[in-house]
């Protein structure tokens, strides 16, 4: 196993090395692992997002946080040097998935389980510890090579995250925060002082890979090759006409885990304005958020209708039984039943254009 | 049709065995293209399609490129081509490719820089004549197919 340690570079290449490599690799060359971090934070939006839904642009630029786009798939996601990214750059076409993350991601959570963090892999391709997700991981294929990536959470910046995304208000970007720190975990988080140094966790994981590949660690450098398809791919990667181009894939809410997603939406009453923020967790409410700018009496009843959905099947055939019984207790002028369900609609709904 | 590891593989089709894909013969020369059944069962469920309308491929470039909720990954031409439009079905139900790969789920239509190209001297086998190739690559992969039986795809 071809390893290069690529230690703390640009953002920009920090994403484009493992395109480099995987281009540049050819049927019988060495299985490669990189390992790398980022000297600052930036925004990475998945191949096929329409990142101009995902990301806050204006933030971003104001901020001056980088902003590319990936060859592999999955959603926006917010990058720093807490966290060391791998690549795994192996020949071959494309592999069943499944039976691929099976095999490779018993390296990495074995590395966590060696500095102390009782981490599992729950398929497809989640690493938890508990209830909680530790990185993430994603596939792709390209030129003639399958790249498997993922990262070491030394640290995470939950409020940064939320802070990067584009959201449809301040409320949802709090629940967005607070959804982060219920369903992810961080090296830091599960050992607090215990945590291991940046290198030991590195070097656990490279020596898991060689491991689970049966292949000792050669030490490597970047090729002539790799090096000029890498400053070709950190300008692409982040120039805006391929980051923003006008095309993508529209999901509803945002992704947190594996089977958990937040959604919000709004609704104009005749009585004012709809709000209805809610954690959706393997198809059941998990979270939920009601407000509005209307009278309200008793001044708990949204709340109330809000903790009565929590635990129960996110439908609309649920949610239209409890608000019957929810508003039967409460007076809401100018907003109704009806009202609510198609704020519960306008969440789960796909923006028409990007 | 015949099946191999319970993988679909239709008579009427040209397969490219290494890269996964087919090819029907359209009237006027043109050629649809699709992912084959194994394909679509190591990707898993896909969720997005990119088709690259307008694009020259050289053999073995990609025409389109799908996102499963898993892996990315390029779907590529077996011959130099156009590609003159994809399956506009599958802008709102990707999920059609792992349903139905040789039917609804087509995923482009291409058009041949060379006129009448050869197929067989390209190296593609015809209906049951991919069957062997298939047998032994899906024997060392492994690989039985499965298809997905349920919506849209998400």
């Known amino acids: 196993m071809r390893y290069l340690d690529f230690g703390t570079v640009s953002a920009e290449q920090s994403q484009a090395v493992y395109h480099a490599v995987a281009e540049e690799l050819r049927p019988g060359d060495p299985i490669t692992l990189i390992t790398v971090s980022p000297d600052r934070p930036y925004v990475c939006v998945g191949y096929h997002q329409a990142a101009s839904r995902e990301i806050d642009r204006a933030y971003c630029e104001e901020q001056g946080v980088p902003v590319g786009r990936r060859m592999v798939g999955g959603g926006a996601v917010y990058l720093d040097h807490d966290q060391i990214f791998w690549h795994l750059v192996m020949p071959g076409g494309a592999p069943p998935v499944q039976a691929f993350y099976d095999r490779l991601l018993s390296a990495p959570v074995g590395a966590y389980r060696d500095i102390g963090i009782q981490a599992e892999h729950r398929p497809v391709n989640d690493i938890v510890v508990g209830p909680r997700k530790i990185g993430g991981t994603g596939a792709a294929s390209i030129g003639q090579a399958n790249v498997l990536v993922g990262s070491i959470m030394m640290d995470f910046d939950t409020k940064a995250m939320a802070r990067v995304l584009r959201v449809p208000s301040e409320k949802f970007r709090d629940k967005l925060i607070s959804s982060l720190d219920d369903y992810m975990t961080t090296i830091r988080r599960e050992l607090g002082d215990g945590a291991p140094t940046r290198e030991t966790a590195t070097a656990r994981l490279v020596s898991r890979f060689s491991e689970v590949l049966g292949e000792r660690v050669e030490a490597s450098a970047l090729s002539p090759g790799e090096r000029e398809r890498l400053d070709h791919y950190a300008q692409i990667l982040f120039d805006p006409e391929f980051v923003y181009r006008q095309e993508g894939w529209l999901q509803p809410g945002v992704k947190l885990k594996d089977g958990v997603r937040l959604y919000e939406g709004v609704h104009k009453a005749p009585g004012g304005l709809l709000r209805f923020i809610y954690r959706d967790r393997e198809g059941v409410f998990d979270d939920v958020l009601l407000s509005g700018d209307f009278f309200v009496d008793p001044p708990d009843a949204l709340q109330r209708i809000a903790r009565s959905l929590l635990g129960r099947p996110a439908s609309e055939e649920v949610l239209r039984l409890l608000l019957e019984e929810g508003l039967a207790h409460a007076a809401m002028p100018g907003v109704g039943e009806e009202d609510f369900l198609q704020a519960f609609r306008a969440a789960k709904a796909i923006e028409a254009t990007v | ?154």
């Open chain 2, 1 to 154: 049709m015949a099946f191999v590891y319970a993988c679909e593989f239709p008579d009427h089709l040209w397969f490219d065995v290494a890269r996964d894909v087919w090819l029907e013969e359209l009237p006027g020369g043109g050629l649809r293209l699709g992912m084959t059944d194994p394909a679509v069962t190591r990707a898993g469920r896909i969720v997005h399609v990119r088709v690259r309308a307008g694009r020259q491929a050289a053999p073995g470039q990609g025409v389109a490129s799908v996102e499963s909720s898993k892996w990315v990954g390029p779907v590529p031409t077996p011959l130099e081509a156009r590609v003159l439009r994809g399956n506009p079905l599958l802008a709102s139900d990707p999920g059609l490719l792992n349903r139905d790969p040789y039917g609804e789920g087509w995923l482009a239509e291409i058009e041949p820089v060379a006129a009448a190209p050869d197929l067989r001297a390209l190296g593609l086998r015809y209906g049951t004549d991919a069957l062997a190739p298939y047998t032994e690559k899906l024997r060392q992969e492994g690989l039985n197919c499965i298809r997905c039986a349920d919506g849209a795809g998400q």
